[in-house]
Each structure stands twice: as structure tokens, then as C-alpha cells.
Antibody
């Protein structure tokens, strides 16, 4: 089945940085593509970033390109999201998700999420 | 900018059948599979339907998905109070480099 557990969220000032982590268990981590999906308070879901199994292919939603970097460490079963130049509009719960089929919105399972708040 | 349109809300009484629509275009729903997610209050989203109309193991057959042209629908039969929550459709779009979600529909069981 698999499980994903995120950490690293918190309160950060505009322009600041934060690094999110996601640890996976219960499945062959290196065999799957992964994504980050966020949800602003009271709003809908938004896909943020994708990374392929080996880490060589990465895609981002336009609003975070150049500011966010997705990476993974297959030896540690871990996914990361480095977030720089944070803006108020980046405030959201960030979920780590496994892509059942590469580069599709077939996401299962989802982590419980970690809250990022960008505010002065 | 490509978009998936869902009604903001839907409602029904226990035992009823409700449907939630997801409207797109030829570049997204028209050429790609549709996925549905259920988000119960205070929880993470959960996969409900994949590849238009398939249910993961553990999802009751009260939930069904369908697609026609550039629109998709989620049907919930035998509505229960525990079905209250938000429902999202998702697909790919030929002009985007990642998945696209609908705005979500809040289901209320009256």
C-alpha cells in the first residue's frame, strides 16, 4: 500500500526559504515518480512539481519555476522540496504523493501534508 | 489557460444518487484519462476513481465514474452522511507540463 510522511513546514517571512521532506515506506521508492501537490487554506488542489524515478526529469508549475527545487534521495526513501523566495501566495498544505503511473494525476497514496505559512 | 470546471457544491439526502460534473476541453478531458479524489473534512485527499471509471480496491461500488467527450462525471449512489466532503477531478492537459485539477465540489448530505 505504502505510506508517505511529510515534515518541514512552518512559518516563514516573505522572501525566506524552507525545505520540505517526505519519507516513504511500504513500497519500492526508487521505482516510482513522485510529486508535490499543495492546497491553500480553503482552496482547491494544485500540482506543484514532479520528479522521475532517477531524479533526472523534473517539472514545475509555472508559478514556482526558478524558486522551488524538487529532489529525491532513493537511498533514504526521501523526497524533498526546497522553496526559496517564498511569497504569501505559497501559503498552503503541501502533500507528497506517489505517481502510480508516471507523469499522470494518478496519485496514490497521499501524505497527510505539512503546512507552510508565509507571513511577516 | 486550460481549466476544469466543477460545480462548487452538490447535495442530496441519504440513499439518493448524486452526480458531480467536470467539464474540460479537447486538450485535457477529450484526450486524457480522468481521475477523481475524495477529501473528507480534515483529511488528505484519497483516490476514488482512476482512468475514467475504475475503482481502486477498497472503494465501494456506490462510487462510479464516466466520461463523454470533454466532460466527466462522478456518481455516488446510496448516499451516506460519511460521504460529505470535497470531490476533485484531475487530468492532464496537452498544453501544460503537469496535472490539472478541477476547483472541487463540496458535497453536503442533507
Amino acid at each position: 500500500e505504502g505510506q508517505l510522511v511529510e515534515s518541514g513546514g512552518g512559518l516563514v517571512q516573505p522572501g525566506g526559504s524552507l525545505r520540505l521532506s517526505c519519507v516513504a515506506s511500504g513500497f519500492s521508492f526508487s521505482s516510482f515518480c513522485l510529486s508535490w501537490v499543495r492546497q491553500a487554506p480553503g482552496k482547491g488542489l494544485e500540482w506543484v512539481a514532479h520528479i522521475k524515478q532517477g531524479g533526472g526529469e523534473k517539472y514545475y508549475v509555472d508559478s514556482v519555476k526558478g524558486r522551488f527545487t524538487i529532489s529525491r534521495d532513493n537511498a533514504k526513501n526521501s523526497l524533498y522540496l526546497q522553496m526559496d523566495s517564498l511569497r504569501a501566495e505559497d501559503t498552503a498544505v503541501y502533500h507528497c504523493v506517489r505517481e502510480v503511473s508516471s507523469a499522470t494525476p494518478w496519485f496514490d497514496p497521499w501524505g497527510q501534508g505539512t503546512l507552510v505559512t508565509v507571513s511577516s | 489557460q486550460p481549466a476544469l470546471t466543477q460545480p462548487p457544491s452538490a447535495s442530496g439526502t441519504p440513499g439518493q444518487r448524486v452526480t458531480i460534473s467536470c467539464s474540460g476541453s479537447e486538450t485535457n478531458i477529450g484526450t486524457n484519462y480522468v481521475y477523481w479524489y475524495q477529501q473528507l473534512p480534515g483529511t488528505a485527499p484519497k483516490l476514488l476513481i482512476y482512468r475514467d471509471n475504475l475503482r481502486p480496491s477498497g472503494v465501494p461500488d456506490r462510487f462510479s465514474g464516466s466520461k463523454s467527450g470533454t466532460s466527466a462525471s462522478l456518481a455516488i449512489s446510496g448516499l451516506r452522511s460519511e460521504d460529505e466532503g470535497d470531490y476533485y477531478c484531475a487530468t492532464l492537459d496537452d498544453y501544460l507540463n503537469g496535472p490539472l485539477f478541477g476547483g472541487g465540489a463540496k458535497l453536503t448530505v442533507l
